[in-house]
């Protein structure tokens, strides 16, 4: 774990007031703290600066546990500096407004400064006056909290919220997909596909990305929100950003978003896997799907399916699953009619006929797939998902001189 | 045993990942002197220790594979010798790998095979250390692949050095402990002379 930024940060504070602290000294407590007693980073961060303070006996400076309206809280912070766990003072525009999930929840939304944007809740017992879009506010003694991993402004009893004049303009500094975080991102991004709707609550879902990557994106239905072009690039400003499973996916309902000018190139989250194929799982070769209308599960050699039962009248298809291993990670990769094809030099008539004429029948078509392809060395592009793979496509890898001798050089050249 | 999947094994969460096939000349892998296992489970995945420093549950390698034989007699098990442009694999294939016995049973030697598998180090009564590899599945390849992966292979085994040079892989002190006298420059020379055998 690197501790630089807090250390520097620590450091800062009580340089402000003209001590100098080692920031390397700083960074010992707080690995002692994390590493060696399990304290949380924010928890560590408080303990150090108020072991600190009390040394240079500086009282405003530390976070105090909990008491409101110390000196040093009444310091403006930036958004993108606050960690959970501390008592703050910022000045920002609320850049968007939610409609409450919860009746202890007076007004949710996003406030941004010029550094970033961070989530706030208002809570209905806090008596606070109610924020207005694209106002600005100077809000005193809110606690900073962590939910579902992403930091929080929580406006309680004890918090000011005082409406202030500004006119600074503020500009969201526009992440590429690949970067974004749980919390608020802004991106400009291409509009790649979209689904169906799951729920009648929602407007559209689908995917968006840019050079770096791709993410899901949903938005609710709600009276203001339009819905995306499929195609079109659109920069999008305060979206909200959720993680589940490790996933990441945008929520549109913060954002505002305006179709642009140009095109992006998407980088369709594909990435080329190069290794060799080192198995090749039973359920591969000619398999016979389930004609039902939007069903197409693959049934059984008994020609049933796990949904639609018994169905004859089944329709032939090939696929290859297995694993492609480059030495340092095994994905599982799954292979469509088409790759299949063409990898193996087997298309699906070809395959029918083999199983007709053969006595191993299906079988047969599986072992001469499995013959031309496992153990060889193979590159596949695809959509990668944790470690699976769909192959989009897929070829034999060649033998590449210019590789052998960059190798040789590499084994000769040092002593 | 060893489905290639079955094992349950929960370090990343979310589930079971599999053990990544190692690329290892038949140099290096002999030279294995240390296995251990990773946790207390029965099914805990057993590695051995490569000198230039990696551990290894599963390996995957391309030879010529020179000699096969049937052993036993109730339980029958194949044997077999493929060799590799820095030395000899022993692979063997029992009842509990039927798939990969049946294929070893069927490929006429010399050929040209890959196989994937997982390296086990047994010592002999008189002390000596032999590293063999049961086989998950073989099959026939072309001269091709054999090239591909000695070039591969060459690639995996400078990272391996190279990475060890800078104190880079979680085993260091592994390989410090059981292969105090390794000098990595033998391995570096071992894959020089694995790529000059190439003929392109």
């Known amino acids: 774990m690197d501790f630089s930024q807090t250390a520097e940060r620590i450091s800062l504070k009580f340089s402000q007031k003209g001590q100098s602290v080692d920031t390397k000294k700083i960074e010992a407590k707080l690995r002692r703290l994390i590493e060696e007693f399990g304290v949380q980073p924010a928890e560590a961060e408080r303990s150090v600066t108020n072991e600190l303070a009390k040394e240079f006996n500086l009282p405003g400076i530390g976070t105090g546990g909990g008491g409101a309206g110390k000196p040093g809280e009444r310091e403006i912070r930036s958004i993108a500096d606050v960690t959970p766990g501390e008592w703050v003072t910022i000045e920002g525009k609320v850049v968007a407004i939610l409609s409450p999930v919860s009746p202890s929840i007076a007004q949710s939304g996003i406030i941004a400064d010029t550094t970033g944007a961070i989530r706030f809740v208002v809570w209905a017992k806090a008596n606070a006056p ?149 198995h090749i799982a039973p359920g591969s070769g000619l398999i016979k799907r389930c004609p039902v209308e939007g069903c197409n599960r693959a049934l059984s050699r008994q020609n049933y399916c796990p949904v639609h039962e018994i169905q004859p009248g089944f329709v032939y298809d090939l696929r290859i699953k297995g694993w492609l291993d480059d030495g340092e990670k095994t994905y599982n990769i799954l292979l469509q009619r088409e790759v299949v094809e063409s990898l193996t030099g087997i298309n699906l008539n070809a395959a029918k006929e083999l199983a007709e004429n053969n006595p191993l029948g299906m079988d ?47 084994a000769g050249g040092a002593p | 045993m060893s489905n290639g999947g079955t094992t349950a094994q929960g370090r990343k969460e979310g589930g079971f990942e599999r053990e990544p096939a190692r690329r290892v000349f038949a140099g290096e892998l002999r030279e294995c002197r240390h296995q251990f296992r990773e946790g207390d489970d029965e099914k805990s995945p057993t590695f051995v220790l490569l000198p230039t420093g990696e551990r290894s549950n599963r390996v995957f390698l391309v030879g ?80 091709e692949t054999r090239d591909l992966w000695v070039l591969d292979t060459a690639r995996a085994t400078l990272d391996r050095i190279d990475a060890m040079a800078q104190g880079l892989t979680p085993d260091a002190a592994r390989v410090k402990e059981h292969y105090p006298a390794l000098d990595p420059a033998m391995f570096r020379k071992m894959v020089y002379e694995a790529l000059a055998q190439i003929k392109i």
């Not at chain 1, 592009?381 to 052998?404: A, F, P, Q, S």
């Open chain 1, 130 to 278: 109610e924020m207005r879009q694209d106002a600005w506010y100077r809000i005193e003694s809110a606690v900073i909290d962590e939910f579902k991993g992403v930091a929080n402004l929580k406006i309680h009893s004890g918090t000011s919220v005082k409406p202030i004049v500004e006119d600074r303009a503020l500009i969201p500094s526009i992440l590429k997909v690949g970067e974004l975080k749980p919390g608020i991102g802004s991106v400009r991004v291409k509009v790649v596909q979209e689904w169906e709707t799951t729920h009648e609550r929602m407007l559209q879902s689908g995917i968006v990305g840019d050079e770096s990557g791709t993410v899901k994106f949903v938005i609710w239905k709600e009276p203001s929100k339009e819905r995306l072009k499929v195609g079109a690039v659109y920069t999008i400003f305060y979206a909200l950003v959720d993680e589940f499973n490790a996933r990441l996916s945008l929520n549109l309902s913060t954002a505002t978003y305006m179709q642009d000018e140009g095109d992006i190139t998407v980088s369709g989250g594909d990435s080329d896997v190069r290794g060799a194929v080192v």
């Open chain 1, 364 to 410: 047969e078509v599986f072992l001469r797939m499995r013959d031309t392809i496992l153990g060889r060395y193979i590159i596949c592009r695809g959509r990668e998902i944790d470690n699976r793979l769909l192959v989009r496509t897929c070829e034999r890898v060649k033998m590449d001189t210019g590789e052998h001798t960059a190798l040789l050089n590499r």
């Open chain 2, 64 to 143: 010529t594979l020179t000699e096969k034989q049937r052993r036993g007699e109730q339980n029958i098990f194949y044997r077999g010798r493929v060799v590799d442009p820095t030395g000899t694999f022993f692979v063997m294939a029992g009842s509990y790998q039927p798939e990969a016995m049946q294929q070893l049973a069927k490929i006429e030697t010399p050929a040209f095979v890959g196989v994937v598998g997982k390296p086990n180090l047994y010592q002999t009564p008189d002390g000596a250390y032999l590293v063999s590899v049961r086989v998950e599945s073989v099959t026939i390849v072309d001269r």
